[in-house]
């Protein structure tokens, strides 16, 4: 299958600091999907960006289909941004294929 | 409730004995998803419905897996002979983006 890879694996910020989170995958997607996972194990879905550029509030999204790779970038951070941030990519089949995720531990 | 739900949301059980799992998806959703998740990792696909059709199982989805969906409503993810492999958070998704808050499965 498709691969995902995400870095930084771990993040550690100092609220209202920014980040930029990324992620590579191996082949041509039809879908990339951004979610959060909270310290509860709720996955959300944050972006559904095959291409071009997202923003809601705080959080955007950029990915270049063409280059085979997205970023979130996380502004003005919160103690509640914590959690574990991953990409997931659809390529064909009728399933999301996940990266590992980005941890991020955002302290007061 | 608008939400995915799934029941329980935690599961202890002795190696060998038989566990099953129950997700409630969105009603107006007719995909239906089951992912994997194991410490550390991103979710893994297990399984697709369209309705009430299994359309698709991964190659993690061993002969002890079963997962059915009758009458294309709720699921249910049945694993036999559970072994200590099997311990891991068990998602269902409504649609590729909407996810419960998992079944966490530990065995003793």
């Known amino acids: 299958g498709i691969q995902v890879e995400q870095s930084p694996p771990d993040l550690i910020l100092q609220e209202g600091a920014n980040s930029t989170l990324r992620c590579n995958f191996s082949?041509?997607?039809?879908?990339l999907q951004w979610f959060h996972q909270n310290p509860w194990g709720q996955l959300i879905n944050l972006f559904y960006i095959p291409s071009g550029t997202k923003q809601n509030g705080r959080l955007s999204a950029t990915t270049v289909a063409t280059e085979r790779y997205s970023l979130l970038y996380i502004s003005s951070s919160q103690t509640t941004d914590s959690g574990v941030y991953f990409c997931a990519v659809e390529a064909g089949a009728n399933n999301l294929f996940f990266g590992t995720g980005t941890r991020l531990t955002v302290i007061p | 409730d608008t939400g995915v739900s799934q029941n329980p949301r935690h599961k202890i059980t002795k190696r060998g004995q038989n566990v099953t799992f129950r997700c409630d998806p969105i009603s107006e959703h007719n995909r239906l998803y089951w992912y994997r998740q194991t410490l550390g990792q991103g979710p893994e696909f297990l399984t697709y419905f369209q309705n009430e059709a299994q359309l698709e199982k991964s190659r993690l989805l061993s002969d002890r897996f079963s997962a059915e969906r009758p009458k294309g409503s709720f699921s249910t993810l049945e694993i036999q002979r559970t072994e200590q492999g099997d311990s891991a958070m068990y998602l269902c998704?409504?649609?590729?983006?909407?996810f419960g808050s998992g079944t966490r499965l530990t065995v003793v």
């Open positions: 998704a409504s649609s590729p983006e909407v």
């Open positions: 082949d041509s997607v039809n879908n």
